[in-house]
């Protein structure tokens, strides 16, 4: 059997809710319904009797009713007694066999055969010895003919009301989750063609739905940035690692030919040891800057002095301290991750290094502006044309390819990226024959504090 949708069940839950609401408030109605009915009986008797009572009146010991007087009115029969008790008008219901004493103003119900009546006694003074008495006399409303009554038109009313509320509940229910058949279409529809791209895009809101939406918008948006990382890892592995690929099987197609001698066979181990290198360093720095790129390599921000790390750095670099010159104050502290600007700098200095002059130097300083934090690192190498200046921050671009042996074109790449990670971006200013200056900008720890807080 197939399964009832969450729409049907809700309409059907929705729709026994209001059934069993409806019955309790059938309930309720006849269990009020016998003290509601006696109430109003009681009240119409009341109002007819007194409204008779005005019209009663004593002339020369003779008893007057004036003409809006009714001996019988909605139900209520009125009779006038002399003060010894005697009937003077009016004519008592065939069914009142009941011997009632007179209760001046007391409404109360009376027990005649099998029949109840509501009986109230008013007594009107003429004079100082002389009166007549009004007796009002109403059946009392049956209670089971009301309860009967009341039945038959809930089992009337009850079955449309039923239908009306499972369309009502259903409408309901397919107008609530609207929103949900959009998020499901849109993931089938993604799933089908494969386009990470697309997005639910429902409008913001604080219901549950939108949130949802939300939810799986940052879901595809995520899972669209892996897969395109992905990509472009697959891409890039594939194309760099050609060469040294198929250097190292040259050479060895070259030593299983040759007979080579010892120092031959040296010299091939040896370039295949070189290029073995360069793919275990390119593989290690691509897979870097996918997880850079995926967010699974998150920034660990903290409170970082910049002169202690710059320090630290320079000594593990066992760079010639007059090549390597730093020039840092004591009372910069920046928000940073201190790995990933440990590499940063890294890259800059090896860079720097790479391509400057052969007893060239390389500056490096720091300075606090008004809104961030300036990191330089200066060299006086040979310096960039401005028409590759943008795009020396491109995956395995090499703007000197005679004097990149050894590199991968992927340094400048993971500076940048390492920069955007800290809020930050680098610049660069060079002038060929000169040198160059690659800036990292960062936000002052105050900016931080406020977008952290």
């Known amino acids: ?63 007057e009713l004036g003409n809006d007087f009714n001996f019988y009115q909605s139900g209520v029969s009125t009779l006038v007694y002399n003060q010894d008790k005697a009937l003077l008008a009016g004519r008592i219901p065939v069914s009142f066999t009941a011997e009632e004493r007179f209760q001046n103003g007391l409404t109360r119900m009376v027990t005649a055969g099998n029949e109840q009546y509501l009986v109230l006694d008013l007594w009107l003074p003429m004079g100082w010895e002389n009166g007549v008495w009004l ?48 998020i499901a ?19 913001p809101g604080p219901d549950e739905f939108s949130q949802l939406a939300a939810t799986f918008d940052q879901l595809f948006q995520r899972l669209e940035k892996s897969f395109e990382s992905e990509k472009q890892f697959t891409a890039d592995a594939s194309h760099e690692l050609r060469t040294p690929v198929s250097i190292i099987t040259g050479a060895c197609e070259y030593a299983e030919k040759y007979d080579e001698t010892a120092e031959e066979r040296q010299e091939t181990i ?47 670099l066992a760079y010639d301290p007059r090549r390597l010159l730093l020039e840092v104050p004591e009372t910069i502290t920046v928000a940073a991750d201190s790995a990933l600007l440990s590499r940063l700098v890294r890259n800059l200095i090896e860079n720097a290094f790479k391509y400057g002059k052969p007893d060239g130097c390389v500056w490096i300083s720091a300075s606090r502006k008004e809104k961030e934090i300036l990191l330089e690192v200066r060299d006086n190498g040979v310096g960039i044309p401005s028409e590759q200046q943008d795009k020396i921050w491109q995956r395995f671009y090499r703007a000197d390819t005679a004097r990149s042996e050894g590199g991968t ?45």
């Open 1 to 63: 059997m197939k399964k009832l949708s969450v729409k049907i069940r809700i309409s059907a839950w929705l729709t026994l809710l209001m059934g069993g609401l409806a019955a309790l408030l059938l309930a309720f109605l006849l269990s009020i319904s016998s003290v509601v009915a006696v109430q109003t009986a009681m009240s119409q008797l009341s109002q007819t009797v007194r409204n008779n009572l005005t019209q009663t009146s004593m002339s020369g010991g003779r008893l």
């Open 135 to 182: 007796r009002g006399i109403m059946e009392a409303p049956e209670n089971r003919r009301l309860a009967r009554n009341l039945l038959l038109v809930a089992l009337i009313i009850l079955p449309a009301f039923m239908a009306l509320a499972a369309l009502g509940s259903y409408w309901i229910a397919r107008r609530a989750f609207r929103p949900l058949d959009s």
């Open 185 to 203: 279409a849109t993931a089938a529809s993604i799933s089908e063609a494969q386009d990470l791209s697309r997005r639910i895009g429902l409008p």
């Open 270 to 316: 040896a370039m295949i040891r070189r290029q073995a290198d360069k793919m275990s360093k390119m593989i290690s720095q691509l897979l870097s800057m996918t997880r850079l790129e995926q967010g699974t390599e998150p920034a660990h921000l903290e409170w970082i002095d910049l002169n202690q790390l710059l320090h630290s750095l320079c000594e593990e």
């Open 409 to 453: 074109g992927l340094g400048l790449s993971i500076v940048q990226q390492i920069a955007r990670i800290h809020g930050g971006y680098m610049t660069l200013s060079s002038i060929p024959q000169v040198g160059s200056t690659f800036i990292l900008h960062l936000p002052v720890p105050e900016a931080f504090a406020q977008t952290n807080a």
